[in-house]
T-cell receptor, first 109, second 115 residues
């Protein structure tokens, strides 16, 4: 069946380091992927998206990489800051939006 | 300010007592949706609406009702709440179907406890 999951449930990094959050998806027909950030007590916020005809997309301090061969998605955050501490989850779209379960990123000062 | 507003933010109720969680968006979005978020299960879609008077079941619709009489409002109704509906609920909206842009705008969440 279709599933969207994350390799690590928690990730702890030092302030200033780069963070990499991973996501595996199982539906090879998915053609659109999104990363969301959810801070404590708030609703999810769109961070960045990528379509299946791309393998990399960059935003401000964030980069999403898509490897369709192994059905893997990653979110890279450069120079991680305390404000980046949150749950991050990926979502895939194939007729419907399916969310992954999330990775908790903790940034240590 | 563009936003999705949910009320109440927190609610404790008892089994069987009907309740409504309201959701309103001020962005003239066509697509609206309700999700519940539970530990270990992530976000699961309850119901969604592509436009006024058009609603469809999501993945976990049992025990819930919705209506879309106006474009801006999409209330979630629990006719007879049960303890397994204790959860964190999110309303979201998007300009189009939401599946082309992915940019769903979420409300702040409504934490519901059913005793």
């Amino acid at each position: 069946g279709e599933s969207v999951g994350l390799h690590l449930p928690t990730l702890s990094v030092q302030e200033g380091d780069n963070s990499i959050i991973n996501c595996a998806y199982s539906n090879s027909a998915s053609d659109y992927f999104i990363w969301y950030k959810q801070e404590s007590g708030k609703g999810p916020q769109f961070i960045i998206d990528i379509r299946s005809n791309m393998d990399k997309r960059q935003g401000q301090r964030v980069t999403v990489l898509l490897n369709k061969t192994v059905k893997h998605l990653s979110l890279q955050i450069a120079a991680t800051q305390p404000g980046d501490s949150a749950v991050y989850f990926c979502a895939e779209i194939h007729y419907k939006l399916t969310f992954g379960k999330g990775t908790l990123l903790t940034v240590n000062p | 300010e563009a936003q999705v507003t949910q009320n109440p933010r927190y609610l404790i109720t008892v089994t069987g007592k009907k309740l409504t969680v309201t959701c309103s968006q001020n962005m003239n979005h066509e697509y609206m949706s309700w999700y519940r978020q539970d530990p270990g299960l992530g976000l699961r879609q309850i119901y969604y609406s592509m436009n006024v008077e058009v609603t469809d079941k999501g993945d976990v619709p049992e025990g819930y009702k919705v209506s879309r009489k106006e474009k801006r409002n999409f209330p979630l109704i629990l006719e007879s709440p049960s303890p397994n509906q204790t959860s964190l609920y999110f309303c979201a909206s998007s300009l189009s179907e939401g599946l082309n842009t992915g940019e769903l705008f979420f409300g702040e969440g409504s934490r519901l406890t059913v005793l």
